[in-house]
């Protein structure tokens, strides 16, 4: 069983369970879950998470793994923060969308130069052009050819809010 | 003390050694190759018109122009991190493959950890360990930054690191009991780091030196220790003092089960073999497959480099 515990411990990292019938501790999400999410607001294909394990530690955050440990894990840290759960709408993080965004097929904001300089800054902007979904998005640039994802973005009412976290933000003008 | 008068014997141009203490060091950044290439990075370089130069024994690194490398896009992705030239040696002696459990001993604040992640295409485990814990904060902030999903993060001294954490002495599957790889870059005088920070001579003192001596031969022992028959550990400086580099390896093959092994840097970067003799002492003659690096061959820090392999 991965989730050996029978509540959330914010001091040790827990492994998600499976799937719903796995599941021991109240509202944990299931790996099948955090795929499912993935999978169905950016179009980020099951396999691309075949090689990562999920991990519970706090509230609903959730971390991504590269390999497999014994659960729960008391240590400081493992693998990539990447989603918040436990919430209405769930967040992915900065770092999730800039490692794994590549992979995006929907709910990817492209911007210009200027407007890609405002976001990296965390610069809220109003953005009357979209026609997406509302709610987080990846929002991307072009750089070296290819577009390259910036970080997450908050999308309502025609503005596109930057999550940028402080201590990643950056005047790159 | 002035170091350099005390290490005058060790080194072939004692005048081109002093003036290359005195010049600032280069910016140098590394290629995250976890979340880029070599390629697409030069090109986003050159787009950003950031001017740089390749180095030439190692296609990852770039010498920038700029002292700021923070600000431009390819670092803000994520694909560049700056980490002294020099410093890329240790990393590359372990030469970790894919899938493999390598433990970084004082890894904070994880240039050589991520480096390590990366070498091993962000898979297998890197047990990024500091006793610091407000470096180790730094180690993550990094780690993160360059989207690395293969470290795990622990707060032990080195000294006596326990794999309780991991579900050492149980049967538990998925449970971490030794080390294939281990890397010590040991806390240490850091003369060798007298480019970046001018008042590194001038916190010299020989009971400073002796008092991390000793931590180091404790940790590398502790490497040796927890280090699978067959794996390997690095020992690393960036100190030009005998006694805390052929004196601390010397003293661990005394004690533990390991002997040196050969490694060489990539061609093109120069470094002199480590020494026997020092100050009334002797060391076994292996030591001369370990690496000094003095500043003015390579336009680097100082550096001491060794690998050993666990015998039993």
Known sequence: ?173 | MDPIERYATLIDDVTAFRDACARPLPSVVRVNTIKSSVGRTQEALNEANINYEPIGWHSGLFKLETNRPGISWPYFHGWLHGQEEVSVLPALAVDPDPGEIVWDACAAPGSKTTQLAALMDDTGVVIGNDNNLGRLSALRHNAERLGVTNLVVTNQDARNFSFNPFGGRTERANRIEAFDHALVDAPCSCEGTIRKNPDAFEQWSREHVMSVVAIQKDILRRAVQATRPGGTVVYSTCTFAPEENEGVVNHVLESESCRVVQWNPPAGFKTISGITHWDNESYDPSMELTHRVYPHHNDTGGFFCAKLEVTS
Do not use: C
């Not at chain 1, 299931?30 to 999410?37: A, D, G, L």
């Not at chain 1, 991990?55 to 894990?73: M, Q, T």
């Not at chain 1, 400081?76 to 794994?100: C, D, M």
């Open chain 1, 1 to 173: 069983m991965n989730d050996r515990t029978a509540s959330n411990d914010g001091q040790q990292f827990d492994r998600l369970p499976a799937t719903a019938t796995d599941r021991v501790v109240a509202g944990r999400p299931t790996r099948e879950e955090i795929i499912q999410w993935w999978n169905s607001r950016f179009g980020i294909s099951p396999t691309i998470w075949d090689y990562h394990t999920f991990w519970e530690k706090g509230n609903g955050k959730i971390w991504a793994v590269a390999a497999e440990y014994v659960s729960p894990l008391p240590i400081e840290g493992v693998g990539l923060r990447i989603l918040r759960t436990r919430q209405e709408h769930w967040k992915p993080s900065t770092n999730a969308v800039q490692r794994f965004g590549t992979h995006a097929s929907k709910n990817v904001l492209t911007l210009e130069d200027e407007a890609a300089l405002r976001f990296a800054d965390g610069t809220d902007q109003s953005l009357p052009r979209w026609n997406g979904d509302w709610g987080y998005l990846i929002v991307a640039h072009k750089i070296a050819g290819k577009s390259e994802p910036i970080g997450v973005g908050l999308y309502l009412h025609d503005e596109l809010r930057s999550t940028v976290p402080k201590g990643r933000r950056e005047d790159l003008s």
